[in-house]
Structures are given as C-alpha cells and as structure tokens.
C-alpha cells in the first residue's frame, strides 16, 4: 500500500511534466489505475493478500507485522526520493520496476519446479510478471516500460538536477541493493528461525 501510495504522489507532484508530455499521462495513470484496481479491486495489494494467505499468513499478521529492517529500509528509500529527491532520482529508482517482474518470474518458477506448488496458488507472481514485463489487460503497457519512457522523456528535456552524490545511476542501483537486502534479509531471518537447512 505504501509503495501505490507513493505513485499517487508522484503524480500530484509531477504534474507539469506529464501536462508537458501528455503522451505519457495514459500510460503512467493506466500503470497507477492498474496496481489499484486489476485484476479487482483493490487491485495487487488484494493479490498479496491472498498469495499470504496461500502460504498460510492471516490478513492480521500480514496488518500488524513488524517488517524486518532489511525490508523496511527498501520502502524507506522510496519514500526518501518521494518527499525530498529530484524529478530524476525517483524516476531512477523506477527503472527497477521490470527488475520486480524478472524477480516475480524465477520465484514463481521455483516455487513450482522446487517447491512443488500449483500455477494456481501463485497468482501474485504472476500478476507481477505480467504487470511489470507485458502489456496487458487491453494495451496497459508494461509497469517497467512506462518507468522507462518517462525516464528518457525526462533525459531529453534535460530534466537531470539531482541533489549532490544522488545521480541516477546511484538511486537506480541503490534501489537494486535494497531489493538485494530486502531479499537476504528475509532468507537469513528465515534460517535464523529453522526454516531452511
């Protein structure tokens, strides 16, 4: 929910930009519109929860969960960029949206080929991969494709200011860090608590 939440700012604050480029206004309100209301509504945030409650989590324990701070801090540099960074920096971060659907591909793939489950009991990874990789549901194009369209857009306006030492290639790769911790730290928590061998 932060995380949709955020993309609603963004595009209250960015305004002038896509006013300017208005070919880019359907495609980043179809990419907002779709993370809230497909495949229904409340959109992927209603797929998370059910895919919890797939793995046996309950909707409280998804609510009222303390996220480990390896996790937390992913969520916390979003949020960062939205309140306090450049035009740039966040659409930098953004750039990692097609990394999500690559990401929600192999862990779907392993969970069937590995984990043994059914296709079916895997609907949030594969909203994410069709979401983030594939045009979709009537010409949505791809989350990872409007990032990037935005983000030459802005490149050939010139729209580059970025706060010292938060460049683009920097927030786009730290992203990707935070994701990598994001995911490490879950897997060590994880053993921590027996889970793996």
């Known amino acids: 929910m932060e995380i949709n939440n955020f993309h609603l700012i963004i595009y209250q604050r960015h305004q002038g930009f896509f006013a300017r480029h208005r070919n880019l206004l359907a495609p980043y309100v179809g990419k907002i519109s779709d993370e809230l209301v497909n495949p229904s509504?409340?959109?992927?945030?209603?797929?998370?929860?059910?895919?919890?409650?797939?793995?046996?989590?309950?909707?409280?324990?998804?609510?009222?969960?303390?996220?480990?701070?390896?996790?937390?801090?992913?969520?916390?540099?979003?949020?960062?960029?939205?309140?306090?960074?450049s035009m740039i920096e966040w659409w930098a971060r953004s750039l990692n949206e097609e990394m999500f659907g690559h990401w929600?591909?192999?862990?779907?793939?392993?969970?069937?080929?590995?984990?043994?489950?059914?296709?079916?009991?895997?609907?949030?990874?594969?909203?994410?991969?069709?979401?983030?990789?594939?045009?979709?549901?009537?010409?949505?194009?791809?989350?990872?494709q409007v990032a990037r369209m935005i983000f030459e857009t802005m490149l050939q306006d010139g729209l580059t200011w970025f706060r010292p030492g938060w460049g683009a290639e920097y927030c786009c790769l730290t992203n990707a860090d935070y994701v990598a911790m994001f995911h490490d730290g879950i897997y060590q928590h994880s053993k921590a608590l027996g889970h793996f061998d």
């Not at 969960?65 to 390896?70: A, I």
């Not at 489950?117 to 194009?141: N, R």
Request: proline share 2%.
């Open 104 to 144: 929600a591909q192999r862990w779907r793939r392993a969970l069937l080929e590995k984990y043994k489950f059914k296709d079916v009991d895997l609907h949030y990874f594969q909203v994410h991969e069709e979401a983030d990789l594939h045009e979709h549901e009537e010409g949505l194009l791809a989350h990872g």
């Open 41 to 85: 509504i409340p959109g992927h945030i209603q797929v998370l929860i059910k895919q919890g409650e797939t793995f046996g989590v309950s909707l409280d324990q998804m609510v009222n969960c303390e996220v480990f701070p390896e996790c937390r801090a992913l969520t916390e540099f979003a949020r960062g960029l939205v309140y306090e960074g």
